[in-house]
């Protein structure tokens, strides 16, 4: 979840010229749920937490006796790459049969719970934002339905089934135009009603610092190399 706020100053000084005071983005856990579906497949509930959307769906037109499904994980806006997932759901029809690929399929357990892991692989090529990763498999039976038990991402568990708001934040700078070989510092001002764990500061795609005490700055020097307009984010993420 995102929360935009965007202010932007300008001057023209003779030696740096413009600092543009930019987008400023929240993010945080949350734990909404939400429909999901793709072309050629049957829609379905997801779950959706820390950026990152799972699904236990069919992917294609049943045959006789059995339907391909696959366990889908979607990375909507992870803070990194996903290298590793575990996903633990339940089938309300049908059993997974044979071998999975793209990654394993253990269960059903006592409680009738399957896990689905990574293949070893995916640390060489993990799940990039905006991609979706399917654990195949064949199903036996009729697929009516699937349940997300619980789920971790790259080793910590995300948090499923509830609600939770992202944090608010906002940045300033200590000047506006710098005209001669100086600094300025870079504030962020970001609350939440579970508690901020850090605050990111980039200048475009570019990761300046990381400041996990309020207040939360850095300092950016300038010199005549840094003529011209600046662009800043500060990005704030919650303890979920």
Not at 10 to 20: C, D, K, S
Not at 53 to 82: C, E, H, K, Y
Not at 109 to 118: E, I, L, V
Not at 195 to 200: F, M, N, S
Request: proline letters at 5%; aromatic letters at 8%.
């Amino acid at each position: 979840m995102t929360r935009n706020f965007s202010r932007k100053v300008r001057g023209v000084g003779p030696l740096l010229g413009i600092i543009a005071l930019g987008l400023a983005l929240a993010a945080c856990g949350s734990s909404n749920q939400t429909g999901v579906a793709a072309s050629g497949d049957t829609a379905a509930v997801a779950v959706s937490g820390n950026g990152v959307t799972v699904d236990v769906l069919t992917t294609g037109a049943p045959w006789q006796g059995g339907f391909p499904g696959a366990v889908r994980i979607t990375n909507t806006a992870s803070a990194s790459p996903i290298a590793s997932f575990e996903v633990v759901f339940k089938l309300a029809t049908g059993s997974v049969t044979g071998a999975p690929w793209n990654g394993n399929i253990t269960g059903p357990d006592a409680s009738g719970n399957y896990t689905a892991t990574n293949p070893p692989w995916l640390q060489y090529q993990p799940i990039q934002r905006a991609q979706t990763w399917d654990v195949g498999f064949n199903g036996a039976g009729t697929f009516t339905s699937s349940t997300i038990v619980s789920l971790k991402i790259n080793g910590q568990v995300v948090p499923i089934g509830g609600t939770d708001a992202p944090p608010s934040v906002s940045l300033a700078s200590s000047a506006a135009t710098v005209t001669t070989a100086s600094s300025i510092t870079l504030t962020a001002a970001a609350t939440d009603d579970v508690g901020v764990a850090r605050v990111e500061f980039y200048e475009g795609t570019t990761l300046l610092a990381s400041d996990t005490t309020a207040p939360y700055t850095t300092a950016i020097a300038f010199t005549s190399a840094n003529n011209g307009a600046h662009t800043y984010t500060a990005r704030a993420y919650d303890t979920a």
